[in-house]
């Protein structure tokens, strides 16, 4: 319990794409429900994706509609059983082992996944919302979800075993993806079959979604920031005309990121604004937004063919000479920056 084997495990959990394994979170469904002293659901709905459950959850009539399915009794089945198992270690570890213990576990994975949570209720309030009433309903629908695999988290932090108060969510949690659990119907959802993210865990992908459900589900991003699936299918044909007609600036940003600095630098004829001996100060003015601001820096120590390798450094949009630029990258002030030897 809390071993870096375990934080593993749950990790895995958090990007697992593959198919549900349905008996095993069926049996976990049920089990969550006994724990919490309430009568198994009497059926078990499967949806493709969180956007197919509220769709199943929203009309009053049919298996799953408000009359049918019951009170919601996310409560006591998560809230409740989670609240007490806290309480108990609490107690057991004290206050500061306490945070201690949240600190190697649960705390390594909350940030990544509670942003990757937020972006899904968003596109799923962007997508299913035609007005502010039908936008109100689908916030409370969306509180009444156990989250499964995003779960993760805070599951990571107590003792999950066969035996223990928090199996049966832990189980579901490992198998499949958010669930809402009703009185007499529970509604559990498969997993994403795509999920990409880059090395600071925010949703990132130039050419697809990057996350997708088995219904067509979708959200699309670019290191964190959601964009339309049509903008990323125009990345692979961009031109500094197009870059800078672009009135969105964080778009116009992700196009800069995506046509690299230098090849805009060089195809949009932008010439240096200053020039000394640690290298060439460029900038790119944007409408609308800062100025983009690099240092050309070549390497003053050859490459083993003798050439030199020249570097592009993102500095900020005040500095005005290389020099300072350059300091900037060593956390030094242009004064202080007087290097023996170049490297």
Avoid at 66 to 88: H, L, N, T, Y
Avoid at 141 to 170: C, I, N, S, Y
Avoid at 180 to 193: G, I, L, S, T
Avoid at 273 to 299: A, C, F, K, Q, Y
């Amino acid at each position: 319990m809390g071993t870096t084997k375990d934080i593993d495990m749950w990790r895995a959990a958090v990007a697992d794409t593959a198919a549900a394994h349905r008996a095993d979170a069926e049996a976990g469904v049920r089990l969550a429900y006994r724990t919490a002293g309430l009568a198994e659901p009497e059926q078990i709905v499967w949806a493709r994706s969180p956007r197919e459950a509220l769709r199943l959850l929203g009309p009053d009539e049919g298996p799953c509609g408000a009359g049918a399915r019951g009170r919601s009794v996310r409560d006591a089945v998560r809230s409740a059983p989670w609240a007490a198992e806290r309480q108990r270690m609490q107690q057991e570890l004290g206050a500061q082992g306490w945070a201690e213990r949240w600190h190697a576990t649960g705390g390594r994975l909350w940030e990544t996944t509670q942003r990757l949570v937020d972006r899904i209720r968003a596109g799923l309030v962007e997508e299913l919302a035609e007005d502010r009433g039908e936008e109100a309903e689908l916030r409370v629908l969306l509180l009444d979800a156990v989250l499964g695999q995003h779960d993760a988290p805070w599951l990571a932090a107590f003792d999950t075993r066969e035996g223990t108060p928090l199996h049966g969510l832990a189980t579901v949690a490992r198998t499949a993806g958010w669930w809402w659990p009703y009185a007499r119907v529970a509604v559990v959802c498969e997993r994403p079959e795509q999920l990409h993210r880059d090395e600071a865990g925010r949703l990132d992908r130039g050419d697809g979604p990057a996350l997708a459900f088995p219904d067509g589900f979708a959200l699309h991003a670019w290191r964190g920031m959601p964009v339309p699936a049509a903008f990323l299918a125009e990345l692979g044909t961009l031109t500094p005309e197009r870059i800078r007609g672009e009135e969105n600036a964080e778009l116009r940003r992700v196009m800069l990121e995506h046509y690299g600095y230098e090849r805009y630098l060089r195809e949009s004829d932008a010439e240096p604004v200053h020039r000394d001996g640690t290298g060439v100060l460029w900038r790119i003015p944007l409408s609308d937004d800062e100025d983009v601001v690099m240092v050309e820096v070549v390497n003053s120590t050859p490459e083993p063919d003798g050439s030199s390798r020249t570097y592009w450094l993102r500095v900020p949009p005040d500095t005005r000479t290389a020099k300072q630029g350059v300091a900037w990258t060593f956390g030094l002030g242009a004064e202080a920056y007087a290097p023996v030897r170049e490297t």
